[in-house]
């Protein structure tokens, strides 16, 4: 019995501790890459200016350049992200938005998807009900 207890009590621990933050926000930053080649930087370089700030990760090669940014602060949205100066090369600072081609707030996304998940499920399930209603009138 006192095994059992302390397994469960630890189990408890475990997960409370590596729980995932429910007020964390994800972004996704996407860019041009012929617009960063103009520029003459890379989304790593980029990444530079923010990984002060947020957790941050970039991603380049043969899609699209990005960078996933991760936030604790529920506050924030992509105006806000948009508007952190950062540095573009050695020589040239801007804002994100002149920069980013698109920033994507992925948890607002992920609402939205399911929402129009809920609704197309609904009309499926309705137009099933009819269906069946004119099956069984001959």
């Not at 043969?62 to 940014?69: E, F, G, R, T």
């Amino acid at each position: 019995m006192k095994n059992l207890f302390l397994t469960i009590l630890c189990f408890y621990i475990f997960t409370s501790v590596f729980a995932k933050n429910p007020n964390e926000k994800t972004f996704l930053i996407l860019f041009d890459k012929s617009e960063l080649k103009i520029n003459k930087t890379s989304p790593e370089y980029i990444e530079l200016s923010l990984m002060n700030i947020f957790q941050t990760k970039s991603y380049s090669g043969n899609s699209d350049a990005a960078i996933l940014v991760k936030t604790s602060h529920q506050q924030i949205d992509k105006c806000m992200i948009g508007d952190f100066i950062i540095r573009i090369n050695q020589e040239k600072i801007a804002t994100l938005d002149e920069v980013a081609f698109q920033i994507i707030d992925l948890d607002e996304s992920k609402g939205i998807y399911q929402k129009l998940l809920a609704n197309l499920e609904d009309k499926n399930q309705k137009s099933k009900k009819s269906n069946k209603l004119f099956k069984s009138n001959p």
